[in-house]
């Protein structure tokens, strides 16, 4: 980012309509997710600042995607207790469980064999080999760390492959449930894991064209959200939009002055290669220059744990 960028404010676009009834959840598509998201990695790598670090991502996505499509089913909550905790208000597969899950266990242990052969920035291969040194109580300890949202400032890097295979197996047990059966949990919370969301967008296809949703960032489930609403507090009121002065407007933050916090939008009805993970990281200058106006970062991304 350069030092002349600065921010300028704007509406929120006017006579698109929220579409009747559209669908609350969509759930995540792990056969598809993380390929998409390697390419969009890779696509936004050349000659940008963060370069090395999106190369980086792109492979380890490309790693998330052999791994969604190598492990075996994920096991779930029985029915009843899904429907439980649905009509309860609560997350249907909660995060939690998988802080001693197997199947993630497994998952993190494959990830760290295949990421040995990707090239990587020294401080990642460091990381990387830190990890693969812990035993399984330490990789527990990884894994309730992410969990809880409290990621230690000295060993963030290593929680970086936790956190990756964490995605992958909470998005096979999103996958895996009635779309008709999660319900509102609470403001920017995953009703299919209990994860904060990542990044909102305005879906730009299909018969959801138009419309608002925040994704998950770990299962990368969806849910529908109106337009102008803090994701964060649920405010309407002091509901604003920043974007880098100069630069394309497809990616905005949604700023709230009610809660002090903001969370990006990103309008795939401009550009349908958005992609809620991997643009929220190619545009941290966005993050820098909200930050510094005032507004606290209401959005998780686990790539983006050191900043």
């Known amino acids: 980012m350069s030092d002349e960028q600065s921010l300028a404010g704007f509406g929120e676009p006017v006579g698109i309509a929220e579409r009747d009834k559209p669908p609350f959840v969509l759930l995540p598509k792990p056969s598809t997710l993380f390929a998409l998201r390697a390419m969009r990695f890779a696509k ?25 499509r190598e492990l075996p089913p994920a096991v779930l909550p029985t029915p009843r207790d899904q429907h439980m905790r649905a ?50 109580g330490g990789r527990r300890a990884m894994f309730a760390a992410v969990l809880s949202d409290v990621v230690p400032a000295e060993t963030v890097a290593q929680h970086i492959f936790a ?26 919370i995953c009703p299919c894991c209990g994860a904060p969301s990542v990044s909102s967008a305005v879906v730009g296809a299909g018969n959801v064209e138009g419309v608002r949703y925040v994704q998950c960032s770990l299962c990368a489930a969806q849910w529908n959200q109106v337009r102008v609403r803090c994701v964060s507090c649920g405010s309407t009121k002091g509901i604003s939009y920043q974007a880098i002065e100069g630069v394309a407007d497809s990616i905005k933050a949604e700023t709230c002055d009610e809660c002090g916090t903001y969370m990006k939008i990103l309008y795939q009805t401009k550009d349908m290669e958005l992609e809620p993970v991997a643009d929220d990281v190619a545009s941290l200058g966005l993050d820098l220059l909200v930050s510094e106006a005032g507004w606290r970062r209401a959005g998780v991304n686990p790539f983006l744990l050191g900043y």
Do not use: I
């Not at 998988?98 to 460091?126: H, K, N, Q």
């Open 44 to 68: 936004l790598a050349p000659d940008h600042q963060l370069q090395p670090f999106l190369t980086f991502l792109a492979a380890l996505s490309g790693v998330q995607d052999r791994l969604a």
């Open 87 to 136: 009509a309860s208000g609560m997350p249907v597969v909660p995060r939690e469980d998988l802080a001693d899950d197997a199947l993630a266990l497994g998952a993190l242990e494959r990830l760290l064999a295949l990421m040995s052969a990707v090239d990587m920035p020294e401080a990642a291969r460091a990381a990387l080999e830190e990890a693969r040194m812990l035993d399984e």
């Open 163 to 188: 956190a990756a295979a964490l995605q992958v197996v909470a998005a096979m047990r999103s996958a895996q449930l009635d779309a008709e059966l999660p319900q509102k949990v609470a403001d920017g």
